[in-house]
């Protein structure tokens, strides 16, 4: 019997016993793993698409230094002091008065509009009622 390419059902249709059916499909088994062991790369290749993929992250990602370590010093650029958050507080401040101020003026304009409409619905409205009289 070819062990390779036989299946259960097959192996039970010609009446073997268990313990034959059982031994044929562990040889079956044993060839697919050592099929499978054989098709394995050797352990210290390394894909040439993941090695590039490696030295472009190498390349291309920052210099993180850890913020936990003792002898880790905050450069200059990046302490913070009184004087940068007074600074960053005034910008704030002008950023927020900016803010309001163009809703105010958008606000403003819109109540001249409303005032505006509402005239002109009065000026409609007593026309309307010299047509009527006539």
Known sequence: IDVSKVNLEELEAQGLPKADIRKILRQQRQA?????????????????ADVAAIEEAD???????????????VPEHLRINA???KRQMVLLEESIYTIKMAFNDRFLALRELKARIRANIKADN??????NQE
Do not use: C
């Open 59 to 73: 390349t291309m990602m920052g210099d993180y230094k850890l913020k936990t370590d003792p002898d880790y010093v």
């Open 83 to 85: 004087d940068k958050k």
């Open 126 to 131: 007593a026309r309307v009622q010299e047509i």
């Open 32 to 48: 697919r793993w050592q099929q499978l062991m054989s098709s394995k790369p050797d352990d210290r290749y390394e894909d040439p």
